[in-house]
């Protein structure tokens, strides 16, 4: 399979519900036609590969077999860490509360929200997708700040789920 070689996407998958989200987007960026297809970057948290295991029968392996490249979000030596590597952009889906403080206040502790920060930091496009609900003032004041700099998607319907 020929990818484009000029064109990169770094997906990430936190430990939030809704892990169908980063699965999906995934598999339809994998299935693009060859010369529309980014280059694949994932990072998981340790909390999405226990998510995984509940919310669905894949196993880490399989999900790593959907990206081109694939990140161990304790590396903070990746590529997808700096800014000298180009990306067109960042899907975080979902994103768990923990991930969108971290990259709502700058101050990262894993590969995961460090390659948001850098991200943002290099003006390119990030998208989080959050799940939790109920939210609290803590919440949506981080989701206030984030979202003046990226683009955030919110789904709390059950049904979002049936769509497997």
Same mark, same amino acid.
């Given at each position: %399979?020929?990818?484009? *070689?000029?064109?990169? !996407?770094?997906?990430?998958?936190?430990?939030?519900?809704?892990?169908?989200?980063?699965?999906?987007?995934?598999?339809?960026? +994998?299935? !693009?036609?060859?010369? +529309?297809?980014?280059?694949?970057?994932?990072?998981? *948290?340790?909390?999405?590969?226990?998510?995984?295991?509940?919310?669905?029968?894949? +196993?880490?392996?399989?999900?790593?077999?959907?990206?081109?490249?694939?990140? =161990?979000?304790?590396?903070?030596?990746?590529?997808?860490?700096?800014?000298?590597? +180009?990306?067109?952009? %960042?899907?975080?889906?979902?994103? *768990?509360?923990?991930?969108? =403080?971290?990259?709502?206040?700058?101050?990262?502790?894993?590969?995961?929200?460090?390659?948001?920060?850098?991200? !943002?930091?290099?003006?390119?496009?990030?998208?989080?997708?959050?799940?939790?609900?109920?939210?609290? *003032?803590?919440?949506?004041?981080? %989701?206030? =700040?984030?979202?003046?700099?990226?683009?955030?998607?919110?789904?709390? =319907?059950?049904?979002?789920?049936?769509?497997?």
């Amino acid at each position: %399979m020929t990818i484009s *070689s000029t064109s990169r !996407l770094i997906i990430g998958i936190s430990g939030a519900s809704g892990i169908i989200y980063g699965l999906r987007i995934l598999e339809i960026l +994998k299935n !693009l036609e060859d010369n +529309k297809r980014p280059e694949l970057h994932l990072v998981m *948290s340790r909390s999405a590969e226990v998510t995984l295991a509940y919310e669905t029968k894949m +196993k880490t392996s399989e999900v790593h077999q959907l990206a081109d490249i694939v990140h =161990a979000n304790k590396d903070i030596s990746a590529t997808i860490a700096s800014g000298s590597f +180009k990306t067109d952009g %960042m899907i975080i889906a979902p994103c *768990s509360m923990k991930t969108l =403080a971290e990259i709502a206040s700058g101050v990262t502790s894993n590969l995961l929200s460090r390659a948001a920060d850098v991200t !943002l930091k290099e003006r390119r496009r990030l998208v989080c997708l959050t799940r939790e609900t109920p939210l609290h *003032s803590g919440h949506l004041r981080n %989701m206030l =700040a984030l979202s003046e700099i990226c683009l955030l998607y919110t789904s709390d =319907a059950a049904d979002d789920m049936q769509c497997v």
